[in-house]
């Protein structure tokens, strides 16, 4: 079973800066199924990344996956207000058929 | 617009069952694997379970394989997840969820509803 790990918990930054999130699976993964979600208070998570770098429809570039294997980044230019969350990490296992999230990475304003 | 609305979620005592309903609209439901996802208050999003857009294929957590039951009904673009033997760690808001083309991420959630078991 694959485990998902996502770090660090917490980040604290100000608006303008760029935040780098990591995501790093305990096995090798194919970068067609790995995606990001942004999740506020109160809300349904939204899906920002999949195919480890394909942006959702409707996602500011400022939003921007990379990775491969074992370890995905997910990177926020220039942190806008509206950006501060939790962020989770998501892998797709087709056989046995499985999704696994990560435990979360809140981005806090510092 | 794609358009996913659960319901049935309430306050159910340990043991006891329950049905979550997830209605859509907005794209063409029969040919989607949808899945239910559950969040635990203040915990990380789960994983729960998977139908196949024909019905078929039904695919679990190993959480709640034996104890939950998901169905569809194409004829009124429905989703159901029948929760029983409930426990307190079932407590969480139950989302419906669509997947993207390839089905490798979740593209579409729901408002989710809260299920809550305590005695």
């Known amino acids: 079973e694959i485990v998902v790990t996502q770090s660090p918990g917490t980040l604290s930054l100000s608006p303008g800066e760029r935040a780098t999130l990591s995501c790093r699976a305990s096995q090798s993964v194919s970068s067609n199924y790995l995606a990001w979600y942004q999740q506020k208070p109160g809300q349904a998570p939204r899906l920002l990344i999949y195919g480890a770098s394909t942006r959702a429809t409707g996602i500011p570039d400022r939003f921007s996956g990379s990775g491969s294997g074992t370890d995905f980044t997910l990177t926020i230019t220039s942190l806008d207000p509206e950006d501060f969350a939790v962020y989770y990490c998501q892998q797709y296992g087709g056989s046995p058929f499985k999704y696994t999230f990560g435990q979360g990475t809140k981005l806090q304003i510092k | 617009e794609v358009q996913l609305l659960e319901s049935g979620g309430k306050l159910v005592r340990p043991g006891g069952s329950l049905r979550l309903s997830c209605a859509a609209s907005?794209?063409?439901?029969?040919?989607?694997?949808m899945n239910w996802v559950r969040q635990a208050p203040g915990k990380g999003l789960e994983w729960v379970s998977a139908l196949t857009g024909n019905g078929y294929l039904t695919y679990y957590a190993d959480s709640v394989k034996g104890r939950f039951t998901i169905s569809r009904d194409n004829s009124q673009d429905t989703l159901y997840l029948e929760l029983s033997s409930l426990r307190s760690e079932d407590t969480a808001v139950y989302y419906c969820?669509?997947?993207?083309?390839?089905?490798?991420?979740?593209?579409?959630w729901g408002q989710g509803t809260m299920v809550a078991v305590s005695s």
């Open positions: 907005g794209f063409d439901f029969s040919t989607y694997t």
């Open positions: 969820a669509k997947p993207t083309w390839n089905g490798n991420a979740f593209e579409v």
